[in-house]
């Protein structure tokens, strides 16, 4: 790719941008270099790592990549018996600390059964980790300045010895000093340091009364520096710790750079793959950013980017664009008013294909395609050079000339106005002579016009199609949408009308001009008017579409609960009827024992008569259950009751027995009947109303036992000292007469005690069918000695 299309279609911003998100200096150096390739494979696994990179960063977050530095100085000098200073050791530390990390990033990807990154993968499997010289770095050196004491226990040994001996320098010196005889001749009651030796300052006059070396005097010569000589061998023997701390300190580095010496090759390897990490991760932050995908690559000349957006436009304000060429047209020639978005239309197809064919996502929508051309050239902006005396035409015309010259097979052409800045007519037939040209070599070619003779060539010519920027005439503005397929309009008349234009002279515009050109700009309106027709047409039918896919499967769904919640209610309706015939069995065996005990000393005959009463009774219950064990809901009303209300007498047609309406209909039309002792769950459609006068009283009846139940009933029940199954009976018609009383909320007070009543009663209250919820008391309410009930 010559460095002409690169500036022209704005690539080295798009590097720039790169270059940004580089965490280190070798990285951003890396990413300098990047350019368009051509071998497709080459192209492809660079696309794939930044896949890689992509995927990882949303699904793992950024990498440990701070720390990476270049160190190919520290290990050449390392190699060649050197040793590194502080600095350059927390350099290598650094990128060993980085290696690691990147080692435990991966391996955590690994463990959390994410897809395999094959590129990545390898990379920091390559890595190496020395832990071991890392730790010994880190240990012995605290910053660029300073060795630690944990770096040896001499150099630990020699420092303790400093610090004591410059105690006792110290004490000396201030001995010295506040000693009333010497106070006289001193300058000041100070302790200085000159040339590394602890000093006093002295009056110059004064000099020969305090004895000791003399090591500085002041600028003004008023005052003498003197070594007492009572702290010269204390200095001495400080200056010979020193030199010794220094020593060890040079043994400390020399260790720790043979350390690094013998594992040069692996570290000097990790830097490079380090820098090769930070470009890819650099890769797959601009995508992110961007909000870009990956391509998919051709050989055979075909684009078809979707929903393209301009990475160097601003997001919320770029409108995305479809563009596609080369399976059934090679050359697309595209017309509209200016400021209508042509020029960035071509910009954005050359400046995606240089970014796929470097590796790079583009922000489109997934599945876009991108071709890999050997060759791109842009003829974009105004190149006038006024050194030369070139006019536009002229500047224009050399660069067509010169990319005539290179163009090879294989190559993408993107041409701005082609054939402008001369006389028109001359001009179309230059631009419909150069296009044939490339037409014939096979060459994909975009091109921007507002002649009216290239949309005829476009309508006309074989593997030649138009398109056009859309443009609002109501608003005088561009929609920036691109139209493939239909020639601009030019729109000068009807945009000179709206902006006041006087419509005879509009008139005699059109008297000017050829009839064959009015027909055509009208064939062109025409068109226009029916294709937006034809899309709004289209999005109309597609939306409706998805909404009646969506409503067949709500439907569908639907019908599966429905039919799922009709088998449920059935099995559970049967389940409770026969509970309930066997509690009936149970009771009526309990009442004839009773009886029979009672009637011990009765006649005979009067037991002849309870047996045979105990036989009708079973009779009777035996063929209830019967009846019950089949599909209560098979027989219904021709005319199910309408507006019942509680205590309402009605008949139950499959049983064939009459009782009292005990709770409404629900959504589902299910409503709750009390037979005698039984109470039955059926669907409103299985009932009959009795006569109005039977139904007016058990409304009555039901009323008035609601009335009393609701002055009567206390919103708490105390329930202390019962065990839980006396509880569980009272709660139980505590919680029916609470519902028919319609309370909301209700207490029961259990205490705190063992907290086995408590358990007990809120395991009953679980699966309660007038509860809503439960839950213990708050401070205030009883805390955990009371449960608080949501009645239904």
Do not use: W
């Amino acid at each position: 790719m010559n460095e002409k299309t690169l500036r022209v279609l704005e690539f080295n911003k798009i590097k720039e941008l790169l270059i940004d998100k580089c965490e280190s200096r070798i990285g951003k150096e890396y990413a300098k270099k990047i350019s368009p390739i051509t071998n497709i494979k080459e192209i492809d696994l660079m696309q794939q790592e930044t896949e890689e990179a992509l995927s990882l960063l949303i699904k793992r977050g950024k990498p440990p990549l701070y720390g990476i530095h270049s160190i190919s100085y520290e290990i050449k000098r390392v190699e060649i018996g050197g040793v590194l200073n502080p600095a350059s050791l927390i350099k290598v530390s650094d990128s060993l600390r980085v290696s690691r990390g990147l080692k435990n990033y991966i391996k955590e990807t690994k463990a959390d059964k994410m897809p395999t990154y094959l590129i990545i993968g390898e990379l920091i499997d390559n890595l190496r980790v020395y832990k071991n010289i890392e730790d010994e770095i880190n240990n012995a050196i605290i910053n660029e300045n300073e060795i630690s004491d944990n770096a040896s226990s001499t150099l630990r040994n020699i420092r303790r010895q400093i610090s004591s001996k410059n105690d006792a320098i110290r004490d000396k010196l201030n001995s010295i000093v506040n000693s009333q005889t010497n106070r006289k001749y001193l300058q000041d009651g100070i302790v200085t340091v000159r040339e590394g030796r602890y000093v006093i300052p002295v009056k110059q006059e004064n000099r020969s009364s305090v004895p000791g070396l003399i090591h500085d005097i002041s600028s003004s010569g008023a005052t003498v520096f003197i070594e007492p000589m009572a702290v010269v061998e204390l200095n001495n023997q400080l200056r010979e710790l020193e030199i010794k701390e220094q020593d060890e300190i040079e043994r400390i580095l020399s260790e720790l750079s043979n350390l690094v010496a013998s594992e040069s090759d692996g570290i000097g390897n990790n830097e490079k793959i380090l820098r090769t990490l930070d470009f890819v991760f650099a890769k797959g932050k601009l995508a992110l950013e961007m909000n870009a995908t990956r391509p998919i690559l051709n050989d055979k000349g075909i684009i078809n980017i979707k929903k393209a957006r301009h990475p160097l436009l601003q997001t919320k304000v770029v409108v995305p664009i479809d563009v596609y060429i080369g399976r059934d047209f090679n050359s697309l020639i595209i017309t509209g008013p200016n400021t209508g978005g042509k020029t960035v239309t071509l910009k954005t197809v050359g400046l995606f294909t240089l970014m796929a064919q470097a590796g790079l996502h583009i922000p489109a929508d997934y599945n876009s395609e991108v071709a890999v051309f050997n060759q791109i050239f842009a003829d974009i902006g105004d190149e006038q050079s006024i050194e030369q005396s070139l006019s536009t035409f002229s500047s224009h015309m050399t660069n067509i000339v010169n990319i005539l010259k290179e163009v090879r097979y294989n190559s993408l052409i993107l041409f701005d106005e082609l054939g402008a800045g001369t006389d028109p007519t001359e001009g179309a037939a230059l631009a419909m002579a150069i296009l044939d040209y490339l037409l014939k070599k096979d060459i994909r070619t975009i091109a921007t016009t507002h002649y009216s003779q290239l949309k005829l060539y476009a309508l006309t010519t074989e593997r030649v199609r138009n398109a056009s920027v859309e443009f609002d005439v109501e608003t005088l503005s561009p929609t920036y949408r691109l139209l493939i397929g239909v020639p601009g309009k030019s729109n000068a008349f009807e945009i000179s009308k709206r902006l006041g234009l006087p419509q005879h002279i509009i008139d005699d515009a059109k008297e000017l001009i050829s009839k064959e050109n009015v027909e055509f700009e009208d064939v062109l309106q025409a068109i226009e008017q029916d294709r937006k027709s034809i899309e709004e047409d289209k999005i109309e039918a597609k939306r409706l579409r998805l909404e009646i896919e969506q409503l067949r499967k709500g439907l569908a769904t639907e019908k599966e609960k429905t039919q799922q919640m009709r088998d449920g209610i059935i099995r559970k309706a049967k389940e409770e009827a026969r509970d309930i015939l066997k509690n009936a069995k149970e009771e009526a065996d309990l009442v004839v024992g009773e009886v029979r005990d009672i009637s011990s000393e009765i006649e005979k005959e009067h037991n002849k008569r309870l047996l045979e009463a105990q036989e009708l009774l079973r009779k009777d219950i035996n063929k209830m259950e019967s009846s019950l064990s089949k599909d209560i809901f098979k027989v219904k009303s021709n005319r199910p009751p309408k507006n019942l209300k509680i205590g309402e007498t009605v008949e139950v047609l499959s049983l064939n027995q009459v009782g009292t309406v005990s709770t409404l209909p629900n959504e589902k039309g299910y409503l709750t009947v009390q037979i005698g002792i039984m109470k039955v769950n059926v669907h409103i459609s299985a009932l009959r109303r009795v006569a109005s006068q039977d139904s007016d009283k058990s409304t009555i009846k039901a009323k008035t036992i609601i009335g009393s139940k609701s002055k009567s009933i206390k919103n708490e029940i105390d329930l202390r000292g019962k065990n839980i199954e006396e509880a569980i009976l009272d709660i139980d018609k505590y919680l029916d007469d609470s519902y028919i009383a319609n309370l909301k909320e209700v207490y029961l007070i259990h205490g705190k005690g063992t907290g086995a009543l408590r358990d007990g009663i809120k395991s009953y209250l679980r699966g309660h069918k007038h509860v809503k919820s439960y839950r213990p008391g708050k401070y205030g309410e009883g805390g955990d000695g009371v449960t608080v009930v949501e009645i239904k």
